[in-house]
């Protein structure tokens, strides 16, 4: 059972930078297309904004594309998304898990809160 712990998060003002990670147990993960998900204050559903395949092929929403990096190190189990030109609109619970466009995946770990206000 893979677990999923998201840590980086804070308050950070517009323009600037921040780095997640999220860690997992289980050597599954580094055989997972792998996403960061984010669930915006109010609203239900989260959104896949960045996806990384065990190749290292990435993929993108459009609005983040060009700000936010994603990457992950195999060897540590560890994926992490590199978010620059932080907007308000970016303020959200951020999540790590498997691209859900390859099957389902871990449960849900807490997400780690960005807040991005000056």
């Known amino acids: 059972q893979v677990q999923l712990v998201e840590s980086g998060g804070g308050l950070v003002q517009p323009g600037g930078s921040m780095r997640l990670s999220c860690a997992a147990s289980?050597?599954?993960?580094?055989?997972?297309?792998l996403g960061w998900y984010r669930q915006a204050p109010g609203k239900q559903q989260r959104e896949l904004i960045a996806?990384?395949?065990?190749?290292?092929?990435?993929n993108y929403t459009d609005s983040v594309k060009g700000r936010f990096t994603i990457s992950r190190d195999s060897a540590k189990n560890t994926v992490y998304l590199q978010m620059n030109s932080l907007k308000p609109e970016d303020t959200a619970v951020y999540y790590c898990?498997?691209?859900?466009?390859?099957?389902?995946?871990?449960?849900w770990g807490q997400g780690t809160q960005v807040t991005v206000d000056s």
């Open positions: 289980g050597s599954i993960f580094s055989r997972w297309a």
């Open positions: 996806t990384i395949t065990p190749g290292g092929v990435t």
């Open positions: 898990n498997r691209d859900h466009h390859y099957g389902p995946g871990a449960l």
